[in-house]
C-alpha cells in the first residue's frame, strides 16, 4: 500500500483534524529512524508526538504509564510492576477501576522490543500493524461503514471500547477489525484528544478495504442524506 498516498486520501476525504498515526511493533529498530529521547508522561503521549514526525521506542520508554506499557505488550519488571498495582489501588479507591478488572485487560501478542509511531504518510517500507485516528462521531461512523464493521451478518462486529484508551491497540490486533474507543481521561489529558472525539484504531488486515470502500461510503452517505432531507420536508417540522 501506497501509505502517504492513504494517509492524504484519509485527511482530505474526511476532512480528519489530525493526521493519521501509524504505529508497527517491530523486533528492532528500522534503519534511519531515530529513538524518540524525551521522558512521557503516558504511552499515549506518543500518539501526538506522532503526529508530527517518525520515532521508535523501547519498552523502558514507557514504564511512567505502567498500564500502557502492559496493554502495549511489554513486559515490566518488578519496580513498574509495583508502580502499576498502586495506580490500580488508587483507581480503586476513587471508584474508577476494579482491582479484578486489570487481568483482563488486553495487551499486544505480537512478539517485539520497539514500537514505530509516526504520520502514516512516512511509513514507505515500514509496514504499520495498526492505524490510529482520531476522529469525530461523523467521522468514525464513515470509517466503520467503510471498514465493514457496521455491516450485519458478515462476521465483523463493530464494537466500542471505553478505558483505557490503549486498550483499543491491541483489541483491533486481536479481532483484525476496526475498533473503536471512546477514549479515557487518561488520553484526553495526554494525547490531546478533545471532548468531541474519539479513538479509532485499524488494522493492517482492514487497510486494504477501507482504502476501496471510503469514496463508495462517502457518496452513498451523501444520497442517502438528500433522501432524508427530502422525506424529512414531507412531514410537520417537530
Excluded at 55 to 63: I, K, L, N, Q
Excluded at 95 to 107: D, G, N
Amino acid at each position: 500500500m501506497a501509505y502517504a498516498e492513504f494517509a492524504t486520501s484519509l485527511l482530505e476525504k474526511l476532512k480528519l483534524s489530525h493526521a493519521p498515526v501509524g504505529i508497527a511493533f517491530l523486533d528492532e529498530a528500522p534503519g534511519g529512524v531515530k529513538h524518540y529521547e524525551e521522558a512521557v508522561p503516558s504511552a499515549c503521549t506518543f500518539w501526538k508526538a506522532a503526529e508530527r514526525e517518525l520515532f521508535y521506542t523501547t519498552a523502558s520508554d514507557h514504564y511512567n504509564c505502567p498500564i500502557g506499557a502492559i496493554t502495549q505488550g511489554f513486559q515490566i519488571p518488578q519496580p513498574v510492576s509495583a508502580n502499576a498495582m498502586e495506580l490500580i489501588g488508587m483507581m480503586g479507591k476513587i471508584s474508577y477501576l476494579e482491582a479484578a478488572e486489570a487481568s483482563h485487560v488486553p495487551t499486544v501478542e505480537k512478539k517485539h522490543k520497539v514500537i514505530v509511531y509516526g504520520p502514516l504518510k512516512e511509513f514507505g517500507e515500514i509496514q504499520p500493524d495498526v492505524v490510529l485516528l482520531v476522529a469525530t462521531p461523523l467521522q468514525a461512523m464513515m470509517i466503520s461503514e467503510a471498514s465493514g464493521v457496521a455491516s450485519w451478518g458478515t462476521g465483523h462486529e463493530s464494537r466500542t471500547l471505553g478505558r483505557p484508551a490503549c486498550a483499543v491497540i491491541p483489541s483491533s490486533l486481536k479481532s483484525n477489525d476496526t475498533t473503536i474507543s471512546m477514549a479515557c481521561m487518561g488520553a484526553r489529558t495526554f494525547a490531546d484528544i478533545k471532548d468531541e472525539e474519539v479513538l479509532i484504531s485499524i488494522p493492517a488486515r482492514a487497510l486494504v478495504e477501507l482504502q476501496n470502500r471510503l469514496p463508495v461510503i462517502l457518496e452513498a452517505n451523501v444520497d442517502m442524506k438528500k433522501f432524508y432531507d427530502t422525506h424529512k420536508g414531507n412531514f410537520a417540522p417537530v
